[in-house]
C-alpha cells in the first residue's frame, strides 16, 4: 500500500501541476486508495477538516497601495533559528507511504527553500538519517508514551542529533475515529515500521483487518492518556531544548502553558484528524496569541494551501504556518523535487502576496489587513472578535501610521 505499481514516481510528460489540488489530483493517481485515505481523511464526519480551509476562505485582505514593495522580505527567526519564510513542514507520519526515501527527502525539500521541518516520532526514516540529510532546523515531534524510558531515549537521541525544539503533541491521548482507515482496514506495509521504537513498541502496525485499524490500536495500546500539565515538570527534567505544545486551541490552556515556561504553542486541530467539531485552527488562533507574552511563539497549522493563507494567518498574529498534506501530495508526485516545489510555489505566493496588499515586511502584516465575510457576522460565544468588518480591533495593529508602510 503505497505508490501504485503502474505509476512510476516523478511528474509524467505534459502534467502541468501549479496548484495544491493539482499535486493531491496527481499523488490520488499513484497512491492506493488507502493510503491516499489516510493521509487526506479525517475525523467523524470531517466537519473539523472541511472547516479548516473554510476558516480561511471567511476572510477578504484589503491592500494598500503606493507602497514600496520592489523588495519583499520574508526571512524570519523560529525559536532563534533562521528560516527564509515562515512555513515550515508539520510532522506527519510515515513519509515512506507515498516515496521510498521518506523523511529524508522531505528534509531535504525543506532545506532547498530554507524552511523548517518538525519531523514525527512515527516516522519512517529513524532521528539520525533525517538529521544527516538536513540542511535546516530541524525540530522532533513527540508523542508522550506509556512507557517514559522510551519517551526519554527520544528526547536524548534528539539533542544528540541536533534537533533544536521538541513539540509535544497534546490533543491526542486516544486516536479519533477515522472512519475512511476503518472502512479500509488501514495498515502499514510490511516494509514501513516505526523506525524510531523499539520492537516492543513498534509491533502490531501490520496485517488489514477490515473495520479496524492497526494505528487505531496501536496508539491505543501505547498513548500515555494519563499525561497532564503536572508531567510537563518531567519533560523539562530532560532537556534543555525548547518546548513547543502542539494541539492548543483554547487561550485557557495557552495561559497556563506560557505560565509552565513553554517557549512556543502551534495552534492545531491535528489536521482535523482527532475531535471532530473541534473550532478550525484559525478561528481560536487569536484567542491564544492573546494569552500568551510575545516570548511564547504560536504558530498553526491545518487548512493552508496558499500564500495568502500564510499572510492571513500571520495577520491574525501566528509567528509561522505549518504545512502537512500538500508536502505529501509533492513528495508523492516527485519524492525531494515534487515537495521542494509545493514549498517554493507557496513562498512565491506568500511573496506576490506581501506585495499586492502593500506589506513589504512581515512585520508590516497586522489584523487591519483582514476583513471578516459577512457571511460568518454571528458571533461564536466568548470570540467578540468574529464580527464582520476590519479586524484591526483584534489586537494592537503593529502599523501607526502610514509611513510605516514605506
Known amino acids: ?40 481523511g479525517g475525523s467523524g464526519d470531517e466537519v473539523t477538516l472541511r472547516g479548516e480551509r473554510a476558516a480561511y476562505e471567511r476572510y477578504r485582505l484589503r491592500p494598500r497601495t503606493l507602497v514600496d514593495v520592489s523588495h519583499c522580505e520574508t526571512g524570519t527567526t523560529l525559536l532563534g533559528s533562521p528560516v527564509s519564510f515562515p512555513v515550515g513542514v508539520a510532522p506527519m507520519a510515515y513519509h515512506r507511504l507515498v516515496d521510498a526515501e521518506g523523511e529524508t527527502a522531505t528534509v531535504r525539500a525543506a532545506g532547498a527553500v530554507g524552511a523548517l521541518t518538525v519531523t514525527s516520532t512515527f516516522a519512517s526514516r529513524t532521528i539520525e538519517e533525517t538529521a544527516r540529510a538536513a540542511t535546516g532546523p530541524l525540530w522532533l515531534q513527540l508523542y508522550v508514551l506509556r512507557e517514559r524510558a522510551v519517551t526519554e531515549s527520544l528526547v536524548r537521541r534528539a539533542e544528540a542529533a541536533g534537533y533544536r525544539a521538541l513539540v509535544i503533541t497534546v490533543d491526542a491521548p486516544r486516536m479519533a475515529r477515522r472512519e475512511r482507515d476503518l472502512r479500509n482496514g488501514f495498515s502499514l506495509p510490511r516494509h514501513i515500521r516505526p523506525v524510531n521504537l523499539d520492537d516492543g513498541q513498534a509491533g502490531g502496525l501490520h496485517g488489514s483487518r477490515a473495520g479496524s485499524s492497526t494505528l487505531a490500536d496501536h496508539a491505543a495500546r501505547h498513548h500515555d492518556a494519563a499525561f497532564t500539565w ?60 492573546a494569552a500568551v507574552p510575545e516570548t511564547c511563539e504560536v504558530l498553526v497549522d491545518g487548512g493552508i494551501r496558499r500564500g495568502t493563507d500564510v499572510l492571513k494567518a500571520l495577520a491574525l498574529g501566528a509567528r509561522a504556518v505549518l504545512v502537512g498534506r500538500p508536502v505529501l501530495w509533492g513528495l508523492a508526485v516527485d519524492g525531494a523535487a515534487g515537495a521542494e516545489r509545493v514549498l517554493a510555489t507557496l513562498r512565491a505566493e506568500l511573496t506576490e502576496a506581501m506585495a499586492l496588499t502593500g506589506r513589504p515586511r512581515l512585520d508590516a502584516i497586522a489584523p487591519d489587513l483582514l476583513h471578516l465575510a459577512p457571511a460568518a457576522a454571528a458571533p461564536a460565544a466568548g470570540l467578540p472578535h468574529l464580527s464582520p468588518g476590519p479586524l484591526s480591533q483584534l489586537s494592537q495593529p503593529l502599523l501607526t501610521n502610514d509611513r510605516d508602510m514605506a
Open 230 to 289: 503536572q508531567d510537563l515538570a518531567w519533560l523539562r527534567s530532560l532537556t534543555s531544548l525548547p518546548l513547543v505544545l502542539k494541539g492548543v486551541l483554547t487561550g485557557q490552556d495557552a495561559r497556563r502553558a506560557a505560565e509552565l515556561g513553554v517557549e512556543g504553542l502551534i495552534v492545531s486541530t491535528h489536521g482535523g484528524r482527532q475531535l471532530d467539531g473541534a473550532i478550525a485552527a484559525l478561528d481560536a488562533l487569536p484567542e491564544v496569541v
Open 1 to 40: 500500500m503505497t505508490a501504485r505499481a503502474d505509476r512510476e514516481p516523478g511528474a509524467d510528460a505534459g502534467e502541468v501541476l501549479l496548484s495544491p489540488e493539482d499535486y493531491e489530483a496527481a499523488a490520488r493517481a499513484r497512491l492506493d486508495r488507502p493510503v491516499y485515505d489516510f493521509i487526506a
